[in-house]
């Protein structure tokens, strides 16, 4: 139950905006300058606060970003990291999955692979309580849907 507190100092949400905008490159221009600009939301604000955020990581890698714009024209935004089929190509070397997953493999991945990017991703927000290993079954199932191979060790 929410305090008396709480419930007085809400502000009215607008909208909530969902892009996904390469790391380090959040610019006025399209995608994110429409998106914003219609609840005329500070562009250059969410820009240096984007980039400051993502600075970490790689140029051009795709991030997900959930804005949260009030009625006063003010926001809040969260940054999740890289969604898993981005990890997974990036981990095969690959441009995209298999055609027929299921019928033709595209690439092979270790178990150590899928490890690594359940570590990555144990730090997204929807991901800080599940366990590691229940993170790595589902990027194995990420995997079998993308045509990727999950092998114990890579020969």
Same mark, same amino acid.
């Given at each position: 139950?929410?305090?008396?507190? @709480? ?5 009215? =949400? ?50 997900? =970003? ?9 926001? @809040? ?26 019928? =033709? ?27 590691? @290993? ?15 191979? =999950? ?5």
């Amino acid at each position: 139950m929410s305090t008396l507190k @709480e419930i007085l100092t809400r502000r009215p =949400v607008a909208a909530t905006i969902r892009l996904t905008v390469p790391a380090g490159g959040a610019r006025p221009a399209p995608p994110v300058g429409p998106a914003l600009g219609q609840y005329r939301l500070n562009l250059m604000a969410f820009c240096k606060d984007f980039n400051a955020r993502t600075q970490k990581y790689k140029p051009d890698t795709p991030m997900a =970003v959930t804005i949260t714009a009030f009625k006063d024209n003010t926001f @809040e935004f969260t940054v999740k990291s890289p969604s898993v089929t981005w990890y997974l190509k990036k981990a095969a070397g690959i441009e995209s999955g298999s055609s027929r997953p299921g019928h =033709v493999i595209a690439t092979t991945l270790s178990v150590r692979h899928i490890y690594e990017i359940a570590k990555i991703k144990q730090s997204d927000p929807y991901c800080q309580y599940m366990s590691l @290993e229940s993170i790595c079954k589902s990027i194995m199932g990420t995997a079998n849907t993308m045509g990727i191979k =999950v092998v114990k060790d890579l020969d």
